[in-house]
Nanobody, 116 residues
Framework: VQLQASGGGLVQAGGSLTLSCAAS????????MAWFRQAPGKEREFVAA?????????YYSNSVKGRFTISRDNARKRAYLQMNSLKPEDTAVYYC?????????WGRGTQVTVSS
């Protein structure tokens, strides 16, 4: 059972990136899926989440609302984070998380760097 985040990279301010979280060993539809990020010297913070069994029910932090979109493809066992209008303050390591009752999984992070 594991999660693997990918898709990070270096992008200019105003650009876009799509992160992918590949899950193995779980049925993603039955898990709350979320993205968090951690910038250097800061605590890990919530970015976006999608509820179990209802991919239309999503949540975002105020700092990314309107710019980022979380989605999932249950057939491919993946969650995505589409990031548009990126800002230098979005620079961080991004982590995906899956949670179902008392089971919590974290993937290794993927670095996103936004240059000004």
């Amino acid at each position: 059972v594991q999660l693997q985040a990918s898709g990070g990279g270096l992008v200019q301010a105003g650009g876009s990136l799509t992160l992918s979280c590949a899950a193995s060993g779980i049925t993603t539809n039955s898990y709350y899926m979320a993205w968090f990020r951690q910038a250097p010297g800061k605590e890990r913070e919530f970015v976006a989440a999608v509820r179990r069994f209802d991919s239309s029910n999503t949540y975002y932090s105020n700092s990314v609302k309107g710019r980022f979109t979380i989605s999932r493809d249950n057939a491919r066992k993946r969650a995505y984070l589409q990031m548009n209008s990126l800002k230098p303050e979005d620079t961080a390591v991004y982590y995906c998380k899956a949670r179902r009752f008392d089971v919590e999984l974290w993937g290794r992070g993927t670095q996103v760097t936004v240059s000004s």
